[in-house]
């Protein structure tokens, strides 16, 4: 196992911190901690972001002050989420200046060859998770616009990406809609604003990291908050 860098946080391979269960069996993150708050605002700039920046932010994540560092697997974990909200350039990126500055090479192996039908299956799980009661409809809107879209969405977006145990599905929500709010993509936003509450992150959680996002992309802040008010009225 490669060695931590000096200062940085104790590895959490199940990305569970701050987890709690739920009765039906689900989890809640019901408070906003520091380490969330910094992966939070290191995803919109991953999204938004140029290099000097993207690079200061990974710098801050691996030797900044404490309530700034994030630990590395979670870190891997968003900038490999990067490539589907920001596109793959970005993720690549940002994972070059990552192993720059934090010193961890690249794993040996990835969990990612597992046979396609079985990414197919953990991606409808994941995806029904954070749609809800809307899953069926977005599944028959995304085959409307083309088969292979509904294909790649389970597969290689919730199976592929979503689906890895090295970030739990609370904290990807909350980095997803920190990206949708930074590129303005809205209808995208409001999706994962919802799904957020879906799979268990309290409402003054997903309101707090909006806040967090806003002093990056101002020209963003006003619809950003339209779209929280129309999926929760706030």
Same mark, same amino acid.
């Given at each position: 196992?490669?060695?931590?860098?000096?200062?940085?946080?104790?590895?959490?391979?199940?990305?569970?911190?701050?987890? $709690?269960?739920? $009765?039906?069996?689900?989890?809640?993150?019901? =408070?906003?901690?520091?380490?969330?708050?910094?992966?939070?605002?290191?995803?919109?700039?991953?999204?938004?972001?140029?290099?000097?920046?993207?690079?200061?932010? !990974?710098?801050?994540?691996?030797?900044?002050?404490?309530?700034?560092?994030?630990?590395?697997?979670?870190?891997?974990?968003?900038?490999?989420?990067?490539?589907?909200?920001?596109?793959?350039?970005?993720?690549?990126?940002?994972?070059?200046?990552?192993?720059?500055?934090?010193?961890?090479?690249?794993?040996?192996?990835?969990?990612?060859?597992?046979?396609?039908?079985?990414?197919?299956?953990?991606?409808?799980? $994941?995806?029904?998770?954070?749609?809800? =009661?809307?899953?069926?409809?977005?599944?028959?809107?995304?085959?409307?616009?083309?088969? =292979?879209?509904? =294909?790649?969405?389970?597969?290689?977006?919730?199976?592929?990406?979503?689906?890895?145990?090295?970030?739990?599905?609370?904290?990807?929500?909350?980095?997803?809609?920190?990206?949708?709010?930074?590129?303005?993509?809205?209808?995208?936003?409001?999706?994962?604003?919802?799904?957020?509450?879906?799979?268990?992150?309290?409402?003054?959680?997903?309101?707090?990291? !909006?806040?967090?996002?806003?002093? !990056?992309?101002?020209?963003?802040?006003?619809?950003?908050?339209?779209?929280?008010?129309?999926?929760?009225?706030?």
């Amino acid at each position: 196992m490669t060695a931590s860098p000096p200062g940085a946080r104790s590895q959490d391979p199940a990305g569970s911190a701050g987890i $709690t269960s739920k $009765t039906d069996g689900g989890a809640t993150l019901s =408070a906003l901690d520091a380490e969330t708050t910094a992966l939070a605002r290191l995803a919109a700039l991953l999204a938004v972001g140029n290099d000097g920046e993207v690079s200061a932010a !990974l710098r801050s994540v691996v030797s900044g002050p404490s309530e700034m560092r994030v630990r590395s697997g979670w870190v891997e974990e968003l900038l490999l989420q990067t490539s589907l909200f920001a596109g793959f350039p970005r993720a690549l990126n940002g994972m070059r200046a990552w192993r720059e500055l934090s010193g961890y090479p690249a794993p040996a192996s990835d969990e990612g060859a597992r046979p396609r039908a079985e990414w197919a299956a953990a991606g409808a799980r $994941t995806c029904a998770e954070v749609y809800g =009661a809307r899953y069926a409809r977005l599944r028959e809107h995304v085959r409307s616009l083309h088969p =292979a879209l509904d =294909a790649w969405m389970l597969e290689d977006g919730y199976g592929k990406v979503l689906s890895r145990p090295g970030l739990d599905l609370p904290r990807r929500e909350l980095c997803i809609v920190a990206a949708c709010a930074a590129t303005g993509q809205h209808r995208q936003l409001r999706a994962h604003l919802r799904g957020a509450l879906n799979v268990g992150v309290h409402p003054d959680v997903v309101d707090a990291v !909006l806040e967090v996002v806003a002093p !990056l992309v101002p020209s963003e802040a006003t619809a950003v908050r339209e779209a929280w008010q129309k999926v929760h009225g706030r």
